[in-house]
């Protein structure tokens, strides 16, 4: 069964101002499931938020390397962590959604994770993906986006 986590932003603790406070929480997420040796996909709107994805990753210091790559780049397979973007299907059980498009076929990922931002009209989209993840017969899960930079 597939786990949606999504991650509540709010203006008490400093996130949720824009797309860019999301870019950093999910860095931090990202870098979180590298260390727990996972291999995931990051889902960006397009190749330009794709890029800034990738260069906010490369931001990090030496000993917390991330491998990763923009899709169709790398090795082949592709390193732990792919940045894709759009239509492009996720390749791994594991989707962080910085993209906030709805993903088709979510039973297929074993584990995805969404942002609700603090905008009323970004929360009303972030709602209709949750919706969608519940009737797609997701477990869902709720948390403070807090819990990942305390993690």
């Known amino acids: 069964m597939t786990q949606a986590n999504f991650y509540q932003l709010t203006e008490q603790d400093g996130t949720g101002f824009d797309a860019s406070?999301?870019?950093?929480?999910?860095?931090?997420?990202?870098?979180?499931c590298y260390g727990e040796k996972k291999r995931l996909t990051v889902l960006c709107t397009d190749q330009a938020q794709a890029e800034a994805f990738s260069d906010l990753l490369w931001q990090?210091?030496?000993?917390?390397?991330?491998?990763?790559?923009?899709?169709?780049?790398?090795?082949?397979?592709?390193?732990?962590?792919?940045?894709?973007?759009?239509?492009q299907s996720p390749?791994?059980?594991?989707?962080?959604?910085?993209?906030a498009l709805q993903i088709?076929?979510?039973?297929?990922?074993?584990?995805?994770?969404?942002?609700?931002?603090v905008a009323e009209a970004d929360k009303i989209r972030a709602r209709q993906r949750y919706a969608f993840f519940k009737r797609a017969g997701c477990q869902m899960a709720f948390f403070n986006a807090s819990d990942i930079t305390n993690a």
């Not at 088709?104 to 931002?117: A, C, G, L, M, S």
């Open 91 to 99: 390749i791994r059980s594991i989707v962080v959604n910085v993209a």
């Open 21 to 32: 406070s999301i870019a950093v929480l999910a860095c931090d997420l990202v870098a979180r």
């Open 60 to 87: 990090h210091p030496p000993e917390r390397f991330i491998a990763h790559n923009i899709a169709g780049e790398g090795p082949h397979g592709g390193a732990a962590v792919e940045v894709t973007w759009g239509n």
């Open 104 to 117: 088709p076929n979510p039973e297929r990922y074993h584990t995805i994770y969404d942002f609700v931002p």
